[in-house]
């Protein structure tokens, strides 16, 4: 019998490719369950089968609690400190004490049983294997044959017992995928669950196109020619931003191929999906440039606080930039990580002489300097008033129509505005704030004051108009201190109506 255990764990071993010591467990789980229908469902049984000759020893343990416990429930598997020492004197609050029982054979285990821990044993360990093996593959390539399709998505066998899914909203529109076909995609996440597939893939990620040049563009792959980004219509149409490390190497064409070569074989691997490949520079207005491509910009205005770019482009190519259903420039916005606002030539300079116009305007009102001065101020490239009042003076002095009596009348004039600003928004704070009223009454605090404030509650009157319903949003305002805030604040009426 013991020579029988030996033989079923080589063998379910050999089969599965899974440890030996999996296989025992498996084995001890299955006699535990035997010996537990056999006595007793209500009982824990402990089996420990010898690794080198088969034999196997079965126990019946308990699990011990303190002797003030209110946590025992099951007292045929359950003891109390007390009375596990009677059993043995090493026991430990949380730990088991045991006894050997008598074992069952091993033949008269049900069959199906056994099978059935066995084989669940084995889909654990086999499940654990596979995430073991592709946890530090999460991003990269993967390649396998398409198992199943259904409804919910693509089912892919990556052989040795791994399987990859790709969801239907990672899976690139109107590609049509069969049962045997080939299929090539990006590890995205590894999850560890009892039932289901393991490996989540994508074929929809801008990575995706990453890898697949990696594998195409031996440059690539070695770091002569980096891929700083990527962006992607699936199906439709993508742009990456290429940059060579090696100055004899032309990313753009090292990535195209000879005759388009490598860029087809990665179009045809995405449905045909159309790549655009964007030489990388370092200035942002140019790379943005690149990245309109086809399209040709002809002028481009970058504002760093908004972090956007507005892009002119003559009026026979604006269809052409922004790309059917906007997806030149959603794809090349995307790339850059600028928001671009695309426009026709007439367009970008009636926006302009619509900001100049702005701009001249507030100088002349806000300094008080006739049309000649603002038109120069903004000439020189001035935009705000902080600008005119903290620049360095000698910036200032060097425009040509400035002398040195100017430049300090209009720094002085700026920095006044900006402290009559400073101390008109003081004073729209203050009267936003609660009132001196509200702040006195019993219990109220200044943090919550501030809150009804900002709700429009700001002195006692009002506070005292409010019902429980009303304040019943406020943050950190139960029922019971809002009740006593409002019998507060009402508190002066009462005393009035006395008096009277």
């Not at 007793?40 to 003030?68: L, M, Q, S």
């Not at 259904?150 to 995928?177: Q, S, T």
């Not at 922004?322 to 997806?327: D, E, L, S, W």
């Not at 506070?463 to 508190?491: F, K, N, Y």
């Amino acid at each position: 019998m013991n020579k029988q255990i030996l033989e079923v764990v080589e063998a379910v071993s050999n089969e599965k490719g899974v440890a030996h010591d999996i296989i025992f467990e498996a084995l001890e789980a299955a006699l535990a369950s035997a010996t537990r229908r056999k006595h007793g469902e209500d009982v824990d049984v402990r089996v420990e089968i010898d690794r080198k000759t088969g034999e196997y020893k079965t126990f019946r343990r308990w699990k011990v609690f303190a002797d003030d416990s209110t946590e025992l429930e099951f007292t045929e598997r359950e003891l109390r400190l007390d009375d596990a020492i009677d059993v043995n004197p090493a026991a430990v609050v949380d730990g088991f004490v045991e006894v050997p029982m008598e074992s069952v054979a091993f033949g008269r285990i049900g069959a199906q049983t056994a099978k059935q821990v066995i084989v669940q044993k084995v889909r654990e360990a086999e499940r654990a294997q596979v995430v073991e093996e592709y946890k530090e593959r999460v991003g990269t390539l993967v390649s396998g044959i398409v198992k199943r399709v259904d409804r919910h998505g693509v089912y892919v066998d990556l052989g040795g017992n791994a399987e990859g899914f790709v969801p239907r909203e990672h899976m690139i529109p109107r590609e049509i995928v069969r049962p045997q076909d080939r299929l090539k995609a990006l590890l995205r996440e590894v999850r560890s669950e009892a039932r289901g597939p393991q490996l989540f893939l994508s074929r929809t990620s801008p990575d995706f196109l990453i890898e697949l040049f990696k594998l195409e563009v031996p440059e690539v792959g070695q770091g002569l020619i980096q891929i700083l980004g990527a962006a992607r219509d699936p199906g439709a149409r993508a742009k990456i931003a290429v940059k060579s490390l090696d100055p004899r190497i032309d990313p753009v064409g090292a990535c195209v191929g000879m005759r388009g070569s490598r860029v087809q074989a990665v179009s045809n691997e995405i449905a045909g999906e159309r790549v655009d490949i964007i030489p990388w520079v370092e200035n942002q207005a140019q790379f943005v440039i690149n990245a309109m491509q086809p399209a040709e910009v002809t002028s481009i205005v970058m504002d760093e606080d908004t972090h956007s770019m507005d892009i002119a482009v003559t009026e026979d190519r604006l269809s052409q930039a922004i790309g059917r259903g906007g997806q030149n420039v959603r794809l090349a916005s995307e790339l850059s990580g600028w928001r671009l606002n695309v426009m026709s030539e007439q367009q970008a300079t009636e926006r302009s002489d619509e900001e100049t116009g702005k701009l001249r305007e507030m100088f002349k009102t806000l300094l008080d300097v006739d049309e000649d001065v603002s038109n120069v101020l903004v000439q020189e490239g001035f935009s705000t008033i902080e600008e005119v009042a903290y620049v360095p003076a000698s910036e200032l002095q060097s425009i040509e129509e400035f002398d040195d009596e100017m430049v300090e009348e209009l720094r002085t004039r700026a920095r006044d505005v900006l402290l009559t600003q400073a101390i008109a928004s003081e004073e729209k704070v203050d009267e936003s704030g609660p009132a001196e009223d509200l702040l006195a009454i019993e219990g109220m605090d200044k943090e919550l004051a501030y809150e009804l404030a900002a709700r429009g509650i700001r002195t006692r009157d009002e506070l005292a108009d409010q019902s429980l319903d009303e304040l019943e949003a406020v943050p950190g305002l139960d029922p019971v201190r809002a009740g006593q805030l409002i019998m507060a604040a009402r508190a002066h009426l009462f005393e009035n109506a006395g008096q009277a």
